[in-house]
């Protein structure tokens, strides 16, 4: 009897033991994994072990900060380090998400592929984070493109703002109510002073040299994925037989839009799209019909026009196709063509499809609906104001 006691305490201490965990840092935000894989390292160092391996869209608790880089907390509880450069914020998360369902349903502008291995990144920006990659000759579709000046990336918010602690007002001691002494006289400026100003005048605008700016592709994966890739790592998989002709511009789009028969094999009427150089403010200058020649068994050129300002998307259904193009007084319209064998005849015209204004604010699930191109900017008040004042004063006829 006087040993069960005893016996009872110490299994009572053994199961309470048991049962506490070690407490744990709170989370300070959270952030979703960037890249397609990302090891979590035990230290603030790339070279450390790994503690832990995630995948991209995973979401991570964010418990500590220095600097640049984060401890973060896998939903199973292991923690690591990592860079903020492979981190996305909530709002970024939401607009990759929207950009996948959106792009899902835009049209094709011409199957694509590349010579080497191709990162595809969550926005069109260097420094963002690659979450996919496609492999060398794999297939995937292009959606759209976009012209972005070089830069950082913009400011995210990973870790929630402190709150701003009010300090308490001090007593003001009497001998700190005096005036303060009167400041010394300034020195006076030198007798050259106005051909010295003259001498580090600014250099004028003109003469400075252009931002640099990277010319992006969206896409879209077989596996339906959807994000950026830089222009110049694309090319369009056009037969050779129809991109000879290319004359050294760049194809950005094509599109089979008919078929000849030429003794019992199928060639098809192409229509493509070229632009003179990347870079440009709009997706191409020209476009082109080729179409085949029975006789002379070759391609021809049914229909082209250059010098133009054109914006996707190319629209084509079997046997007609249209174009959204600029006009001189920045209006832009969807000129329609009809194939008729291998003519090809004007159908018309009608205003293309109003491009978002980028400043508005668009719902999360609208994302991947804002224009590949801004619209020209608004006028702003003081136009506004001017527009009124000189109808008011103006003269009657």
Known sequence: MPLKFPLTISLALALSACGTAPERDPAIGEAYVGPATLNLHKDIDPKSPAAAVVHHGERLEIVGQRRRWYRVRTPKGAEGWTDDRQLLDTAQMKRLRALSNGAADLPSQG??????????????????????????????????HRVIARGPMPKRQLVAPKPKIEKKSKKVKASSLLPPPPPPVPPSPPPDWVALSKERSLIPEENLPPAARDDWTLIRTQSGQSGWVLTSRVYMAIPDEVAQYAEGHRITSYFPIGSVEDNGEKKNIWLWTTAMSLGEDHDFDGYRVFSWNIRRHRYETAYIKRRERGFFPVLVKPGEFSVCLEREDGVRVRKMYTLTGNSVHAAGERPCEKPAEEDEEVPVDDVAHIAIHPAPPKPGMMENLKTRLKDLFKKPQ
Not at 111 to 140: M, W, Y
């Open 111 to 144: 199957v694509a592929t590349s010579f080497d291995v191709l990162n595809v990144h969550t926005e069109p920006n260097r420094l963002s984070a690659s979450f996919i990659q496609v492999k060398v000759g794999e297939k995937f579709d292009v959606i759209a």
